[in-house]
């Protein structure tokens, strides 16, 4: 299979992600410091400053350090998305193309010959099920005050992935307006507890010891599932043959090829 990362965004948004977490512990530390002024202060201009400065440096730390946190959880956290997804498709055919943050708000694209895949995955580790379209968390009033700080709401995977879906197949359709892309969900720590009952989009864990598993769904796909794509002969003189979208398997290399088109892939 091959794999392509979007490596120059992971290291910078990585990067933003480490600067803010110190400027955050900065700006507390710093109106900390300022709202002791009232305790010290010798004059007028110290004490103004000591009573009017915490309420804009501390609103601005609060919202960096929010900021930090989210940015933390989707590009710094553990296990990395695109090395847990590779893990979960060992086995896939060596004619599949991953693509890892290239085509937001598709975070990844699987092509291979079980189909098209636009991927949003979930770091969370909680506790959390989905019935149909609906999705809740696990908890009471604390556990969502904690998930507000720790910026892991799972809000609806389902919805996300099929706008994911959505913008792929725009990105297809001058070349492939009949292709079919899948919206898949997988979430990547493989301490998270789900309760999944009938989900309008698949949802699967990327470690194979837990079930469902994104490796056995794609064994679990069957050829007449997917769509076949291959080359019709143009006429002489006009240029390279039109690929066209029949029933059978994904030929990956042309949709690879149409997809990288539509983008910008370094």
């Not at 864990?205 to 069957?222: H, V």
């Amino acid at each position: 299979m091959r794999i392509e990362t979007n490596t120059e965004l992971v290291k910078r948004n990585r990067r933003t992600a480490n600067l803010l977490f110190f400027f955050s512990m900065g700006v507390l530390i710093a109106g900390f410091l300022v709202a002791n002024l009232q305790l010290t202060a010798q004059d007028g201009i110290t004490l103004l400053l000591s009573v009017v400065l915490p309420w804009i440096v501390l609103p601005v730390g609060f919202i960096s350090t929010l900021v930090s946190v989210r940015m933390t959880n989707l590009w710094v956290r553990q296990p990395r998305p695109e090395k847990a997804i590779p893990a979960g498709l060992k086995g896939l055919s060596k004619r599949s193309v991953l693509y890892n943050y290239y085509h937001f708000p598709a975070r990844h694209v699987l092509i291979s010959p079980q189909g098209v895949f636009a991927i949003i995955t979930r770091y969370q580790d909680g506790i959390y099920s989905v019935d149909g379209d609906k999705w809740q968390s696990q908890g009471g009033l604390f556990a969502g005050i904690g998930r507000f700080f720790r910026r892991d709401a799972i809000g609806n995977p389902g919805e996300d992935a099929r706008k994911a879906a959505a913008h792929v197949k725009g990105l297809l359709a001058d070349k492939f307006p009949n292709i079919e892309v899948n919206p898949l969900v997988i979430f990547v720590d493989p301490k998270a507890r789900l309760t999944i009952n009938d989900p309008t989009v698949p949802v699967v864990y990327s470690d194979e010891n837990r079930e469902p598993n994104l490796r056995d769904y794609m064994r679990s796909l069957t050829q007449k599932d997917s769509a076949e794509i291959e080359a019709v002969p143009a006429k002489k003189g006009k240029g390279k043959p039109e690929p066209k979208v029949e029933s059978g398997v994904i030929n990956p290399e042309q949709v690879a090829d149409a997809l990288e088109e539509a983008t910008v892939i370094s």
